[in-house]
């Protein structure tokens, strides 16, 4: 009788201890599960963060020049203000232009040039004008001809980009202009870009430190 109650108790043991290292290795596995689980989730998160060449192509979007400084930090002469309108219309807003658009209205080409589609401007400041003679430039301004010689000497087709604004190119005078340099330091028939690459709503703007006369 001793040896069956014996047996008994030897069986139940045994059964007792199987179950338990079951479920020991039943919960070891879903251990295991939710760990590769949340591994896997790591893992396949997207990354957030803008790649080089993202972060490259906007930067060379950017306006560049020490005298981008100069140019207001909000309202319709900033920046993002004058992307929002056409080319005359935002120089006519921008503090360090005031003289040209003076010129643009004197020579009737306000509407050309806010119709115009496509067009890269190289605007030079009032002090640039302030380099000509008084007497000379009161001259021009009162003649309308040799005005828009000029005015147009300062215009080409297409918005050229800092990669491409280098070379030779025809302007609306029908004359030619070379822009020499890379990079952010350009010139323009020796006029130096002070602030380059300055987006409107239908023209790149190049902000220029001297007037450059067309052969007339």
Do not use: W
């Not at 992307?83 to 020579?107: E, F, G, I």
């Not at 147009?152 to 030619?176: C, I, M, R, W, Y």
């Amino acid at each position: 009788m001793k040896r069956t109650i014996l047996n008994r108790s030897v069986g139940l043991a045994a059964i007792a201890l199987t179950a338990s290292m079951g479920l020991a290795a039943c919960g070891s596995e879903d251990t295991d599960s939710a760990a590769a689980d949340d591994t896997t989730s790591e893992s396949s998160a997207p990354m957030e963060s803008e790649s080089p060449m993202e972060t490259e192509e906007a930067a060379m979007a950017a306006p560049f020049g020490p005298g981008c400084a100069a140019v207001p930090t909000e309202g319709e002469g900033s920046v993002e203000g004058m992307a929002d309108d056409p080319v005359a219309t935002a120089a006519s807003n921008n503090p360090l232009l005031t003289t040209l658009v003076t010129a643009v209205k004197k020579a009737g080409l306000v509407d050309t040039l806010n119709s115009a589609e496509d067009i890269t401007v190289f605007a030079p400041t009032d002090d640039a004008f302030a380099k000509i003679p008084a007497k000379d430039l009161n001259a021009v301004l009162k003649d309308k001809a040799a005005l828009t010689a000029i005015l147009t000497h300062h215009v080409v087709p297409g918005q050229l980009s800092p990669e491409d604004v280098a070379g030779t190119h025809e302007t609306l005078n029908g004359d030619q202009i070379t822009v020499e340099g890379a990079g952010e330091e350009f010139t323009v028939e020796g006029a130096a870009v002070i602030c380059g690459n300055v987006p409107t709503a239908n023209a790149t703007v190049y902000v220029i430190d001297t007037v450059m006369m067309p052969q007339m």
